[in-house]
């Protein structure tokens, strides 16, 4: 019988998961339907009750509603209750279940790059974005992570929960030189014009500096970087693993993720 996932978020019609997970499904032979749901914030309960009712297998959850779903959830994996966010659910028997690949999806997505999980790591912003990659880099072994943001007190609370350090942004922008690895997890950059969130003014020729949007492709702040002769990331490889993730969860078959980093970042350019 064939097999219905979805993903809902308001607004929805922008999306590439459903061309991504549909590509996977056709490439693997799977016999299932992943369409976008718009829905609206007041609808969420009603949706969800509807999509059991209609025995959809999995779904994807994007803004606004990654928070307001985990109380409707009968279960939740550790990485989902650490950040109180849902984007992935699977239904596991006759239980849906909550999980998060955002913070995992993304260290997938620098360890292509062979970097040393010994490395300094500075994390740009104390977010929902960065509180998935601060718990998902302690998971992978990353042992030297120092968190900055705007609003310093919410860095330092990031820090103390992920056993990382905190530091104000005009000390990171002081000290840029001592880190390996820079990621930028807040909203800049999204809208054309906007400051960064941080100077790159000291930061090393040779440094990694990955950015978690994906559109535009190169934010102000990688091209920034680029100029400063450092090894570029966007957010591209991020989004492919989050899903290449759920895909996992859903059929137990690991997605290729490669080609479709390609694809995606043929059709934003
Ligand atoms: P998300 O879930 O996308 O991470 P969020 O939880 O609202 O969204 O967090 C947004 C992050 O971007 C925060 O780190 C925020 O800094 P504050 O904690 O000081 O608000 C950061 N941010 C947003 N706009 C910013 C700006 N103009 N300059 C610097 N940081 C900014």
Redesign the pocket.
């Known amino acids: 019988m064939k097999k219905w996932y979805a993903v809902i978020g308001d607004p929805i019609s922008h999306s590439l998961s459903p061309f991504m997970h549909e590509t996977w499904f056709a490439e693997h032979g799977i016999d299932a339907a992943y369409l976008p749901i718009h829905v609206e914030p007041s609808q969420l309960e009603k949706s969800f009750e509807a999509m059991k009712t209609l025995g959809i297998s999995g779904f994807n959850i994007t803004l606004p509603h990654k928070q307001s779903i985990v109380p409707l959830l009968g279960k939740l994996e550790e990485n989902a209750m650490q950040m109180n966010a849902v984007n992935t659910v699977n239904l596991v028997g006759a239980e849906y279940t909550g999980s998060n690949t955002d913070g995992d999806g993304f260290v997938r997505s620098l360890l292509v790059h062979s970097v040393d999980k010994a490395a300094k790591v500075l994390l740009i912003?104390?977010?929902?974005?960065?509180r998935g990659i601060a718990f998902a880099l302690k998971r992978a072994g990353f042992t030297d992570v120092t968190i900055t943001?705007?609003?310093y007190r919410?860095a330092e609370e990031l820090a103390t929960d992920t056993n990382a350090s905190a530091i104000t942004l005009i000390e990171s922008e002081e000290r840029l030189a001592d880190f390996a690895i820079l990621i930028q997890?807040?909203?800049?950059g999204l809208a054309t014009g906007?400051a960064l969130?941080i100077s790159l003014d000291r930061v090393e020729a040779g440094t990694l500096v990955a950015d978690i949007i994906y559109n535009p492709l190169e934010t102000p702040f990688l091209k920034k970087a680029e100029e400063k002769n450092c090894i570029t990331v966007n957010g591209v490889g991020m989004f492919v693993y989050q899903g290449a993730i759920a895909f996992e969860k859903w059929t137990g078959i690991e997605p290729n993720t490669e080609k479709m980093i390609q694809l995606i970042t043929e059709k934003l350019g």
Do not use: H, I, M
């Open positions: 912003g104390a977010g929902g974005a960065a943001n705007r609003t919410r997890t807040t909203s800049v906007e969130p």
